[in-house]
């Protein structure tokens, strides 16, 4: 009797440990199914992004004041941040621009692609102003941002135009 309960003890955490294993495949391939059908908006959102950010790297004149000026105060407002407290600006930073993007995506999306071409114009002129006090090999430092940062924000951006057209 005392072989049956253990057995049966055994199967049931098995088994939980499967619907846990089916609940992560599950969830995977959900968010993988989501992408695929907003792929447009994400290529929309995505070309955007690269042609405004080519446009800042290649043509830094445009509101030149202004961006420096607030390139200025946020490098103000992050002066004396150890590496914990910059990551988690960098975090709270990409979290509220992605949430304000998906939210004010009710207006008919056009805050979200202002959000879309004023980031990537930022993105291109601090490149060209990186590049041309150093060189070309200091833009392998966006390659991590590249990785994680910019995809969720131009998804969470792209949603937003979504969400403005339906």
């Given at each position: 009797?005392?072989k049956i309960?253990k057995?049966?003890?055994m199967?049931?955490?098995y088994s939980?440990?499967?619907?846990?294993?089916?609940?992560?495949?599950?969830?995977y391939?959900g968010c993988?199914k989501?992408?695929?059908?907003?792929?447009?908006y994400i290529?929309f959102?995505?070309l955007?992004f690269?042609?405004?950010?080519l446009?800042?790297?290649v043509?830094?004149?445009?509101?030149?004041?202004?961006v420096?000026?607030m390139l200025?105060q946020?490098?103000e407002?992050?002066?004396?941040y150890?590496?914990y407290e910059l990551?988690?600006?960098?975090?709270?930073?990409?979290?509220?621009?992605?949430?304000?993007?998906?939210?004010s995506?009710?207006?008919?999306?056009?805050l979200?692609?202002?959000?879309?071409?004023?980031?990537?114009?930022?993105?291109?002129?601090?490149?060209h102003?990186a590049v041309s006090?150093?060189?070309?090999?200091?833009?392998?430092?966006?390659?991590p941002?590249?990785?994680f940062?910019?995809?969720a924000?131009?998804?969470?951006?792209?949603?937003?135009?979504?969400?403005?057209?339906?």
């Amino acid at each position: 009797m005392k072989k049956i309960r253990k057995n049966n003890f055994m199967k049931e955490n098995y088994s939980g440990k499967v619907k846990a294993n089916n609940l992560i495949k599950e969830n995977y391939s959900g968010c993988w199914k989501f992408i695929k059908q907003n792929k447009n908006y994400i290529w929309f959102s995505a070309l955007i992004f690269l042609f405004f950010a080519l446009v800042g790297f290649v043509f830094p004149i445009f509101f030149k004041e202004q961006v420096i000026s607030m390139l200025k105060q946020l490098i103000e407002k992050v002066q004396g941040y150890n590496a914990y407290e910059l990551i988690l600006f960098i975090i709270f930073n990409n979290f509220t621009t992605s949430a304000f993007s998906l939210i004010s995506g009710m207006f008919f999306g056009i805050l979200p692609l202002i959000t879309l071409i004023f980031n990537g114009y930022i993105l291109g002129f601090v490149a060209h102003s990186a590049v041309s006090e150093t060189s070309f090999l200091v833009l392998w430092k966006l390659f991590p941002h590249g990785i994680f940062e910019l995809p969720a924000v131009i998804i969470s951006i792209s949603l937003g135009l979504k969400l403005g057209v339906s």
